[in-house]
Every structure is written in C-alpha cells, then in structure tokens.
C-alpha cells in the first residue's frame, strides 16, 4: 500500500482533460514539493513536471501541476493517444525520511 | 546530459545477495547535491524507494530494508552500488538507478530486471 493515494485508472478522449489526483499527509505533500513521473510501458519513469509546473524543457505545456494542503493534482489538456502511460506522483516523507510515491494511475485515451 | 546505467546479474538464488552497479556519466557523482539512489518496481505494481548516498558517502535507507541494504560510492570509477542481502522472491523486481536533487528524481537509468528464484 502506497504512503500517497493516487486513482488506479482514469480515462478521457482525444481534446478532453483529464485530472489524477494525488493525497497525501502533513508530512508529505502538507510539507514539500510534489512532483510527477510519466512511464510508459517497458520503459523508466520520467519526470515531468513538479510544484509551481517546473520541469524538464521539452514537457508540453498541456500539463500542468497544482497543490493545494495535503493532495496534489495533475492536469493533462488537449488529451492526445501518446499520452497513455502510468503517472506517479512524488514527495519527500518525514516519517519515511525518504521520497514516497502514489500507486500509480493508468491513463487510458479512448 | 547526465546518464545512468545499471548493471548486475538478472538472477538471484533466495538467501542469497543481489548486488547492482550504476554508472553515471555525463557528470561527477562527487560534485554537486545530489543524492544517488536506487527505486524499484515490482511487475505490475508502484515504484518504492530503496535508498540513496550523498558524494560524501553518507546514506540513507527505507527502514523496510535496512536491515539487508548497504549503498556504496565508488568515486574513481564514477559508479554507485546496492547490496541487498537474504533476498526472497518478494525482492523480484525492476530496479532503477535515479539521481534525487532534494526535490525530484530529474534522471534515471533504463532499469535492469533482477529475479529471485532458484
């Protein structure tokens, strides 16, 4: 069981947007930075985009970050086919005292 | 930009150590705050951090494996290294070498397939 809950799947067609919610404690997400992984299927993760919507240079501006006490978000806009993947979403962790992620959530483009 | 590579055997023996290596390159893993670490994924499932070491050699583990984890620096050789020891089948696993800067992990490795099983 993850320490952040993230929705296992969600799902949109091309044009739409589609948000993954992230949920966390006061000692994650309450304290630090969120930032998300896109992976795609046989492949690593990457980063794509963390607080404040920082991130890699070449990351479309479809997707965005927000923050808001505990839980976090990511909003993908414009939704397109190669956008299928597994998102994670990250933060450091007192009482781990390391990063956490959230399960993961499968996005499927309809 | 920097690049990681992980490297090892893809089979343990249950009881028994698995032993990985990352290469870094495109950067000195003895400059800059960086914490080199190691994350693994089960087939199918979530990502787990394992732990990390900063360019000073200090470490840190998941309390669910420090009982079994040693993270090691080899500066001259631009390497980072994990020893896991009395693995079990439970430890069958994609595991992937990442750099964390404090905030994100911004680079990883492909990963490398390491099965427990005799």
């Known amino acids: 069981q993850s320490v952040l809950t993230q929705p296992p799947s969600v799902s949109g067609t091309p044009g739409q947007r589609v948000t993954i919610s992230c949920s966390g404690s006061?000692?994650?997400?309450?304290?630090?930075?969120v930032s998300w992984y896109q992976q795609f299927p046989g492949a690593a993760p990457q980063l794509l985009l963390y607080?404040?919507?920082e991130g890699p240079s070449g990351v479309p501006d479809r997707f965005s970050g927000s923050k808001s006490g505990t839980s976090a978000s990511l909003a993908i806009s414009g939704l397109q086919s190669q956008d299928e993947g597994d998102y994670y979403c990250a933060a450091w962790d007192d009482s781990l005292n390391g990063p956490v992620f959230g399960g993961g959530t499968k996005l499927t483009v309809l | 930009q920097v690049q990681l590579q992980e490297s090892g055997p893809g089979l343990a023996k249950p009881s028994q150590t698995l032993s990985l290596t990352c290469t870094v390159s495109g950067g000195s893993i003895s400059r800059g705050h960086y914490y080199w670490s190691w994350v693994r994924q089960p087939a199918g499932k979530g990502l787990e951090w394992i732990g990390r070491?900063?360019?000073?050699?200090?470490?840190n583990y998941n309390p669910s494996l420090m009982s079994r984890l040693t993270i090691s620096l080899d500066t001259s050789k631009n390497q980072f290294s994990l020893k896991l020891t009395s693995v079990s089948a439970s430890d069958t696993a994609v595991y992937y070498c990442?750099?964390?800067?404090?905030?994100?992990?911004?680079?990883w490795g492909r990963g490398t397939l390491v099965t427990v099983s005799s």
């Open positions: 070491i900063f360019s000073d050699g200090s470490t």
């Open positions: 607080t404040n919507n």
């Open positions: 990442a750099r964390w800067t404090g905030r994100t992990f911004d680079f």
């Open positions: 006061s000692s994650n997400i309450g304290k630090y930075i």
